[in-house]
């Protein structure tokens, strides 16, 4: 048992708080919760900005995020790591790794992302 979940009678090493030496994870969803709300406020802003400045429409938002999303071949609302081949060896790789985990070439990396 991780320490995490309430036992019955349990006063160290059970209950809602980690044990020490666990990981805080009451504490790790709050920074998680943190960082999407941050992102969420800079995404807004750089919208507003865009749309402001560039006279683009929410139409061409949900153009261009529909078209993210199926780069996976999945529509499913979210962004999806891929396979990528390797252009020395063929072989694929996970695209989180950016080198070719068979012979060590380097993938180009997108801007963001």
């Known amino acids: 048992m991780l320490g995490f979940f309430p036992t019955s009678g ?3 090493g059970g ?3 980690p044990a020490a030496g666990q990981p805080n994870y009451g504490q790790r969803i709050k920074d998680l919760e943190y960082e ?3 992102l969420m406020l800079l995404n807004q802003a750089l919208w507003e900005l865009v749309r402001e400045r560039l006279d683009v429409e ?9 078209a993210i999303d199926m780069r996976d071949g999945v529509e499913d609302g979210r962004m999806t790591e891929v396979g990528l081949a390797c252009p020395s060896c063929g072989r694929v790789s996970s695209s989180k790794h950016w080198r070719c985990l068979y012979c060590g070439q380097e ?7």
Request: zero cysteines.
């Open 15 to 17: 209950g809602i708080f």
């Open 58 to 66: 929410e139409a061409d938002l949900e153009v261009k995020a529909h």
């Open 107 to 113: 993938f180009q990396r997108p801007v963001m992302g």
């Open 10 to 12: 349990a006063k160290t």
């Open 36 to 38: 999407v709300q941050r």
